[in-house]
């Protein structure tokens, strides 16, 4: 049982809940090919913003370099679709988050000029957990931990071409009590030693960014604005 150690012999007591990992897309090609200082400064803002997104009853477990890995206890949602509304909105917030970064520089460095390449993949699953606390950070322990963990190492993007989605196992959407669900999800499998073979289903977040995206509108004060260009025209406002 590496990564964790029993205090004073005693076992950690488990619980039942959701697991959820909220992990950055392109993080280590982003930063081999981007100068570190600028592309750690972009990370740092992205990590923000997911554990400012990461909100009760969700509880952060820790950090773990482009991943915010959190933990929810059982009943503590009072309905399945709360945790989905939770990360579509996450997810929307992280892209419009990428555009203004995209839209708000004039710098022509590699980091900048590469962050458009970043996106977001959420891995769910339900199962039975432990809590270590540990001196920074509570660590979370047991089989399911191990499951979520080797979920985030997959063929998705390989097989179906998904850059951007939710990954989730049929154990959370059962949990999650929403049938319906099924049918907008796509099945795939997924095989791992000493695991076996993992029935998964995934939700492309890319069609949800572009529904979504039209709804949010840049406004530019005149105090704040570089240029400001007026000019009059002898025409009604209607027929302008």
Avoid at 110 to 121: H, V, Y
Avoid at 137 to 153: A, M, S
Avoid at 186 to 212: A, F, N, Q, R
Wanted: aromatic residues 10%.
């Amino acid at each position: 049982m590496s990564g964790w150690k029993l205090r004073e012999g005693i076992m950690p007591h488990s619980q039942d809940g959701y697991l959820l990992i909220a992990d950055i897309t392109g993080y280590t090609a982003f930063l081999r090919e981007s100068e570190l200082d600028h592309a750690k400064d972009s990370l740092r803002v992205l990590l923000d913003l997911l554990i400012e997104q990461t909100i009760p009853p969700q509880v952060i477990s820790r950090l773990e370099g482009d991943a915010v890995i959190s933990y929810a206890p059982e009943g503590s949602f009072q309905d399945g679709q709360t945790l989905v509304e939770m990360i579509e909105g996450t997810y929307v917030e992280f892209r419009r988050a990428l555009d203004l970064m995209v839209l708000n520089t004039s710098c022509t460095c590699l980091a900048c000029r590469n962050i458009s390449n970043l996106d977001l993949k959420f891995f769910v699953h339900y199962g039975r957990f432990a809590l270590e606390p540990l001196p920074q950070y509570t660590e979370l322990i047991g089989t399911d931990v191990n499951l979520i963990h080797r979920l985030t190492k997959n063929s998705v993007r390989k097989d179906i071409g998904y850059h951007a989605y939710v990954l989730y196992t049929r154990a959370a959407l059962e949990h999650l009590g929403i049938p319906e669900l099924f049918d907008e999800l796509t099945p795939h499998t997924e095989s791992y030693e000493h695991i076996g073979e993992v029935k998964v289903y995934l939700l492309d977040m890319h069609p949800i960014w572009e529904t979504m995206k039209h709804r949010y509108h840049t406004v530019v004060e005149p105090e704040e604005a570089v240029y400001v260009l007026t000019e009059e025209y002898p025409l009604p406002p209607a027929l302008l």
